[in-house]
């Protein structure tokens, strides 16, 4: 009984979490933090038998473009200052593969609850950034910029890069490209776990719309904050 006892994982976890402490004053930002990762690592070893898992988001990213077809699209939601967009395009030029980056280049419109974030943050002052010569920006709401070119759009869609941070925001953006959200379609959500609040916030918003539309998919790689997603659907 002692034996079970000193080798069980709760003895195990007491002293852990002990030594820790002893270490340093913890803040409580800090411990959400840290919470927040142990939360989204014990999720993520419920798949580490079929998954990738990349140390940072770029090689995540490099990887994803591997997977996808010569000269087809890729679409970013939230470019900022351009940085994974850049990216994106370096990785992908050589496949002949467009990409369309969509922002207001005003910062976030809603507040990104769980983070220190809110409406006007990321901000970029209505500018757009210099990108490669792949890269074509829409500058605007999503909700307005995203019909109009889908009207257009006369590429197949392999890749769509989601960065937009809160729930709301990016469930709007996945129901305005649900027609371009096929089977094999891949999906890379930037803020899918590693943050408090996780659970409300991008992951929260794909698990919605993929229940709405009983979609089958499955995960391909993790990254820290990252999660690339293949959609698996008939029609
Ligand atoms: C975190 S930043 C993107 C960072 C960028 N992908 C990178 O890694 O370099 C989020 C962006 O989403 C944009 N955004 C938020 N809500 C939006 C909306 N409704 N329509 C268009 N852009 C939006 C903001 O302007 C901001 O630039």
Known sequence: MLKKFFNSQLLNKFLYYRYRFKQKNWTVYELLHQRSIEKSTDYIE??????????????LWKYAVTLLEQKSRIIELGVYKGYSINCLADYSHMKDIDIWGFDTFEGLTESWFGTSFYPGSYSNDGQLPKTRSTVTLQKGDLSNTLPNFLKANDRKISLIHFDLDSRNITFTALN??????????????????????FENGEKAAWKDFALQENLSWRYLAFSNQQALIEVSKSN
């Open 176 to 197: 305005l490209l649900n027609s371009v959200i096929k089977d094999s379609t891949l999906l890379i959500f930037d803020e899918y776990h590693g943050f408090p609040s």
């Open 46 to 59: 419920n798949y580490l038998s079929e998954v990738l898992i990349f140390p940072s988001r770029e090689r």
